[in-house]
């Protein structure tokens, strides 16, 4: 379902509502009136025209979406179009609402914007992506993919609210805000929960399940295409929720493309994908087990100074770690230090087979990668 909202036009209104007594009372009296309602008609204009300014200013403080994308409003044609497209979770989302929202800076990559933004109308804040026109797909498939995105619910996905698209082709897509940032941030700059054995298995489970939903649980299976820690939102029970899903279908190619560099410049690309078009579940895995070895070592899946004997990606270093026998390596020391502490009794035999699993999501070779059912499993057996 589309709604269109066509904007009123607040000049044509008062001009409707004004003077048809004065015609057919030409006297002393009435023109009197006529003067009265002129002024008062001058007046309700101005009213009218402060009004607009004053909310176009405040567009301006909010370095928002509106500033950005709308300053260069002034004529406003017939093709002018806006629409308003609501999911499940999203209904109480309106167009002005969402163009008025004060709106902050989260993240930049080439292809669009993302904004942290508090929505007046409904008292929430939400996430707004914004992409830019240029880099966006096709029209033809574009809101059947946005409404088959907007149709998927997990657990540990970020739903799809709503999604906008404005008179110049801008394209909102409008999620859910989760208030402990991303897992990357959690990882390197956290109060050390990230090295809990506990939080350490439901994030890796909440990924998993996830993206099983993604690869199996659909009527059309899912690639995420471009998974990593950042692209991971958690909650503040730590319970992750995958974003960034199936963001490659709403791309043009070359954009995709770029989405994918940016994947392998971060250190998640597995080895065999060239183009965007070729990612498969299996390089989903892959980047998957980059996120684990991420948890378990709290090391960075690109190490920018590699030492004499070490590499540049993690699951190869973690691959001559392991050849070197540095077991300390391997994962990081507060697990077990936290693990007593907790009670939770983690052994190093159910820390080595985590790892095993990591490495065997990392596997060279996309056959030899375990499904994401297989890694559930797997990661069940190891808990328990
Ligand atoms: C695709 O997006 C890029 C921006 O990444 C843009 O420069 C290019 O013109 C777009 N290509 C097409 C065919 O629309
Ligand atoms: C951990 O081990 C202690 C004894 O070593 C035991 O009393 C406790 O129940 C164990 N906790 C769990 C969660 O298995």
């Keep these: 379902m589309l709604f269109s909202f066509p904007k009123p036009s607040n000049s044509s209104l008062l001009v409707s509502k004004l003077p048809r007594t004065t015609v057919f009372h030409p006297n002393k009296m009435t023109q009197f009136l006529n003067l009265a309602l002129g002024v008062v008609f001058v007046l309700g204009l101005a009213v009218v025209l402060l009004i607009f300014l004053n909310r176009r200013g405040k567009g301006k403080n909010g370095d928002g979406f509106n500033d950005l994308e709308r300053n260069q409003q002034s004529v406003k044609g017939a093709e002018e179009r806006e629409d ?9 989302l309106t167009i002005l609402d969402i163009l008025e929202a004060p709106g902050e800076v989260i993240g930049k990559a080439n292809h669009g914007t993302l904004y942290k933004a508090y929505l007046q109308g409904s008292s929430t804040v939400r996430l707004l992506r914004f992409l830019r026109p240029v880099c966006t797909a096709g029209h033809d498939d574009f809101v059947s993919e946005i409404e088959f995105l907007g149709s998927i619910r997990h657990p540990n996905l970020v739903p799809l609210l709503g999604f906008y698209s404005g008179p110049r082709t801008e394209k909102l897509l409008i999620h859910p805000f989760y208030r402990r940032g991303n897992l990357a941030q959690f990882i390197r700059d956290g109060n050390g929960d990230s090295h809990r054995w506990g939080v350490i298995n439901k994030i890796s489970v909440g990924i998993a399940k996830g993206l099983d939903h993604l ?24 319970e992750p929720y995958v974003s960034d899903f199936g963001l490659h279908l709403l791309l043009n190619s070359s954009s995709a493309q770029e989405v994918l560099e940016g994947l392998a410049a971060n250190g998640y690309k597995a080895p065999e994908v060239i183009k965007m078009k070729d990612a498969t579940e299996e390089t989903d895995v892959y980047s998957y087990g980059v996120i684990l070895l991420e948890l378990l070592s709290g090391k960075e899946p690109v190490n920018e100074k590699p030492a004499f004997d070490e590499d540049f990606y993690l699951p190869n270093f973690m691959r001559n770690a392991v050849l070197g026998h540095r077991i300390a390596d391997l994962f990081h020391p507060e697990i077990l230090l936290y693990s007593s502490i907790d009670g939770n009794n983690v052994t190093e035999e159910k820390i080595l087979k985590f790892f095993q699993l990591a490495m065997a999501c990392c596997s060279p070779s996309p056959a030899l990668r375990p499904s994401m059912k297989q890694v559930l499993q797997k990661l069940n057996e190891i808990r328990t």
């Design 84 to 92: 308003l497209l609501t999911f499940q979770g999203g209904q109480d």
């Design 215 to 238: 690869h199996t649980g659909l009527q059309k299976p899912t690639i995420h295409g471009n998974l990593q820690s950042k692209n991971i939102l958690l909650d503040r029970n730590y």
